[in-house]
């Protein structure tokens, strides 16, 4: 059954932004768009040339009709007219919190100013409805998702440069938002490029293209707040739904196209499905980073393009020790992870030695799990490092040395960052629940593996891990990826032999139904 999803937003007479343009994003995403319309715009491609509001009494008609039968797991509001009607809106959010067993997710965009400069609220009530905004609707919003200008008449900082930027999204914080959005579409710094910046409680998230040079523009904001709405009713962390939203964007913007007169919409296009729409990670290190004076440690080695390794790496298994890794390599797998998280010292040294040493033995790919010195020391074949070791790890040493490098992917945006240093290969997961450690918010499913594959395909092997065992590595085939890795399929199994050969041949199966 399909998300559903309500906009709050006024109607753009032109077809380009407001409640239209909301809901031909939240199809796009796959999610039932519902609406209660604030105000009537009339307003073409050249500006708007009259605000009507609708009465308290016809906006409340649309949210108790819509609570009545279609309770959302998103909410996405828009413009907001004047103050009796952020007053409305936020009693009913108020209500839906304190009462729904499930409240919804609340994507705030604060609509003051449209594309083509004209004002989308009461222009003699702009103070006053700057100040309910604070009061009365920020401690309701799970993201609000401010443009340049509308930042600083919310927050009256003037965003020179990045450190404006956090000082205003922890101002909106402190006012009651959980997290901020500044959309960098009107920012231009660096010069030339589109910086967007994300701020989930002390956690912040920046994201950069080329500016794509355009005219049509018109409903960018909407549609970006709608994605981010759409998204998080679909169960996407915030850091997935920011980044998805902006590739969306970037689509658009590539297949925008005039209309009328003026001033054409953003295309909505679908799910973003091509790598070159997708944004950057900004991170230390990076050029961007630099640009915009990100401080980085001085021990910190970046490093991008690792040495190549097979495609199709098959049946990739997981192994906690050299016995397992034998039997295995015995047995015909040529891609196993040796992942030891409670040996020390001199066993660790000696149990990496003697996996180097049978993965050439059969001629095999091992990769070690995290310990990237001793995989260093004694010349292994690859490492296989988790996000959070990326900037622990001397990456340019690893990369000196030949040795393949593997990371561990959670989500679009883990895999974007993952993207920066063009690794061996991409782990996609956890698909499935798993005991081995402790996913929580992380679980992927095969319906985001079906997204990830397309995008990362092309350019890396691909690997799913994350409780896949026989009587779902079939479905996981099916959906392209190069590679599957299992844990407990070979190690918890009654016959750890079979279990490799039944898992080779479902994956050959696979391979020879696509």
Request: aromatic share 8%.
């Amino acid at each position: 059954m399909s998300e559903v999803v309500w906009t709050i937003a006024g109607s753009d007479s032109g077809g380009g932004a407001g409640i239209q343009a909301d809901l031909k994003a939240m199809h796009s995403f796959c999610v039932h768009g519902c609406s209660a319309i604030t105000a009537l715009t009339a307003q073409n491609s050249l500006g708007v040339e009259a605000l009507n509001p609708v009465t308290q009494a016809v906006l409340e008609s649309q949210l108790q009709a819509l609570a009545n039968d279609l309770r959302p797991q998103a909410i996405k509001i828009g413009m907001l007219a004047n103050v009796q009607q952020i007053q409305l809106v936020a009693e009913h959010l108020r209500y839906y919190r304190d009462n729904w067993p499930c409240p919804p997710y609340v994507v705030y965009d604060p609509v003051a100013i449209a594309t083509s400069g004209d004002s989308l609220i009461e222009e003699d009530a702009q103070d006053d409805i700057a100040d309910a905004i604070k009061t009365h609707l920020l401690p309701l919003v799970d993201v609000i998702t401010p443009n340049v200008h509308e930042t600083q008449m919310l927050t009256g900082i003037y965003l020179i440069g990045p450190d404006a930027l956090r000082e205003a999204a922890k101002r909106l914080q402190q006012w009651g938002a959980k997290s901020v959005v500044i959309k960098g579409g009107h920012w231009d710094y660096p010069q030339g490029y589109c910086v967007d910046y994300c701020r989930e409680g002390e956690q912040e998230y920046w994201l950069g293209n080329a500016t794509i040079t355009t005219p049509h523009s018109h409903g960018t904001g909407c549609t970006l707040s709608s994605v981010i709405a759409s998204c998080l009713a679909k169960g996407y962390p915030l850091k997935d739904a920011f980044i998805l939203g902006k590739a969306y964007i970037n689509a658009g913007l590539k297949s925008a196209q005039r209309y009328g007169e003026g001033i054409g919409p953003v295309a909505q296009t679908r799910w973003p499905s091509e790598l070159a729409d997708f944004p950057q990670v900004i991170e230390p290190g990076s050029w961007l980073g630099d640009e915009l004076d990100f401080p980085c440690a001085a021990d910190f080695n970046y490093a991008a393009g690792f040495a190549p390794c097979p495609q199709q790496l098959g049946l990739y298994a997981v192994v906690d020790s050299v016995d397992w890794l034998q039997l295995c390599l015995e047995h015909g797998v040529k891609t196993v992870q040796l992942r030891m998280k409670d040996c020390h010292g001199e066993q660790l040294e000696e149990a990496i030695k003697q996996a180097i040493a049978l993965g050439r033995a059969h001629d095999a790919q091992v990769f070690i799990n995290d310990h990237w010195q001793l995989a260093l020391k004694h010349g292994a074949y690859g490492v296989h490092l988790g996000q959070q070791d990326l900037h622990n790890a001397n990456l340019r040493a690893i990369q000196d040395a030949g040795l393949r490098l593997g990371l561990s992917t959670h989500g679009f945006y883990e895999m974007l960052l993952a993207h920066n240093y063009r690794p061996s290969y991409i782990a996609l997961g956890a698909i499935y629940p798993t005991t081995t450690k402790d996913m929580t918010g992380q679980i992927q499913g095969l319906q985001k593996l079906r997204h990830f594959v397309p995008l990362m395909q092309a350019h890396y092997p691909t690997v799913a891990i994350g409780g896949i065992d026989l009587t779902r590595i079939a479905a996981v085939v099916n959906t392209g990826v190069g590679s599957v890795a299992v844990v407990r399929a070979i190690t918890e199994a009654a016959h750890p032999t079979q279990a490799i050969a039944q898992l080779q041949q479902a994956i050959k199966d696979g391979r020879s139904e696509q």
